[in-house]
């Protein structure tokens, strides 16, 4: 007997095309549903890529339309005769199971990004990636700094290799969700799941990786995962702020197996490639933006694509356009308002940060690795990440000559407490306040 009578079914298709008919499909008539249970309504589909349509665009429109129906809160699963494994049975509440579709941002394609000499291997790396999938580059893997185009690229090629080949199935997250899913998994004994989720992946795409550094439990899986893949020739790519050599307590297997295929280095870009970069992004919003615009935005903000975009989004935010025409004198109050912040120097980090707990500039710069000194000297390593533009070893050269691994992992350690931990969050705050107002000569 079907799991639902067909009076039934046919309601939730007919609310589907009717609700949803750039989305209904002429083969819907042929799906049938095959089971019900635990709140899961699976469906079958006549062939994958049929599978795989309905997995990406119609879980929603579906599970509204199973509720209108029935009344019920329904979850559904789209399987087709020619899955090669069926999937192991879901476990209630597990939430990685609802997710429904590939987040993928549309702007983010080959055509949107910009190349210049800053990024030409990558992009070219990623090109031929999406071209061949599990054969050219395997796994790939993108670093670079924030904001420098990783999210962008990665999500170029799941474009492109579903536009070639609209059946594959690509398993795009972020690091985060990958963690928190396993670790989701493990508390609910769902583990076989997971690695369904994960290993039946035709592409594997993991963004920032690094925020696996010091999880041993996830890497271990990860590792697993990795491996599973590699074998099967499916294709991975990853990204990360650092290369993998550099992300902190990253077992050494998975640094070399990291290493074991392209890794490849955004850096930053130069004055042409921003200038290119804002042409393109105004086009994208349909602004039209000057030439001295254009380089007055790409003169002042040399550092992340991201504020380069930011500062677009003000003007048109702050009126600084006129019928859609950037006006020189506007954009310029505009940009002043972001230049004119003052540069903090890491003299005054360490006078503020040291009067603030207590401890000489000395005792920073030391080597004492006290839990009251390692601390504060920590929060001055953050500070300096956050507030100049010195690169890591940079800073921990005037930290003591301290590596710049150690910086990173300050960075993010004070970063992620300071999420965390209420009083740090206010005292982190405050110091940055301090530092911005404080008048330019007190250095
Ligand atoms: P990351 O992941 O490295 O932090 P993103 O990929 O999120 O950086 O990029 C930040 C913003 O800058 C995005 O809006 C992206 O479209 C844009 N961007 C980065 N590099 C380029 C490029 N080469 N051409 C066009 N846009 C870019
Ligand atoms: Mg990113």
């Not at 069926?86 to 476990?91: D, K, N």
Request: aromatic share 6%.
């Amino acid at each position: 007997m079907p799991p639902v009578n067909t009076k039934t079914w046919s309601d939730i298709l007919a609310h589907v095309r009717l609700s949803y008919p750039q989305l209904s499909r002429g083969w819907f008539s042929q799906l049938s549903p095959r089971s019900l249970a635990q709140g899961t309504l699976t469906v079958e589909a006549g062939n994958s890529s049929q599978a795989v349509y309905l997995r990406r665009h119609c879980q929603r429109p579906f599970a509204e339309a199973a509720q209108a129906a029935t009344g019920r809160l329904l979850t559904l699963r789209f399987e087709s005769t020619e899955d090669p494994d069926p999937a192991p049975e879901a476990t209630p509440g597990l939430s990685f199971e609802d997710e429904a579709e590939l987040a993928l941002n549309g702007d983010y394609i080959f055509d949107n990004f910009v190349t210049g000499p800053c990024n030409r291997l990558a992009h070219a790396a990623a090109v031929a990636v999406s071209q061949a999938p599990g054969r050219a580059y395997n796994p790939f893997f993108i670093h670079g700094a924030v904001g420098l185009g990783k999210t962008h690229l990665l999500q170029a090629v799941c474009h492109q290799i579903l536009e070639t080949a609209p059946a594959s199935r690509i398993k795009y997250i972020s690091c985060e969700s990958f963690t928190n899913h396993f670790l989701e998994a493990v508390e609910k004994g769902a583990m076989n799941q997971f690695r369904y989720r994960y290993r039946n992946a035709d592409v594997l795409v993991i963004d920032d990786i690094h925020f696996l550094a010091e999880r041993e439990r996830s890497q271990e899986e990860f590792f697993h995962t990795f491996n599973t893949l590699h074998q099967s020739r499916r294709q991975i790519i990853l990204s990360a702020d650092c290369p993998p050599p550099e992300i902190p307590s990253l077992e050494e297997r998975l640094v070399s197996r990291f290493n074991s295929g392209l890794v490849t280095l955004l850096e930053r870009p130069c004055l042409e490639t921003r200038m290119a970069i804002v042409r393109k992004k105004a086009k994208l919003r349909c602004l039209d933006v000057p030439e001295e615009v254009v380089r007055l935005i790409a003169g002042s903000i040399d550092s992340n694509i991201r504020e380069l975009e930011g500062a677009l989004a003000k003007m048109e935010l702050l009126g600084a356009t006129c019928e859609g025409v950037v006006d020189l004198e506007a954009a310029r109050k505009v940009i002043g308002v972001d230049t004119g912040r003052r540069r903090v120097t890491i003299p005054e980090i360490l006078e503020l940060v040291g009067q603030r707990y207590n401890l000489r500039q000395a005792d920073l710069q030391g080597k004492r690795r006290t839990k009251s000194v390692t601390r504060p000297r920590q929060i001055c390593m953050y500070l300096a990440r956050q507030l100049t533009d010195l690169s890591l070893g940079e800073i921990g050269g005037y930290l003591g000559g301290r590596d710049h691994t150690t910086v990173l992992h300050a960075q993010r350690l004070i970063g992620e407490r300071g999420i965390e931990d209420v009083v740090l969050h206010r005292e982190l705050e405050e110091l940055k306040d301090q530092l911005l107002s404080r008048p330019a000569h007190a250095h």
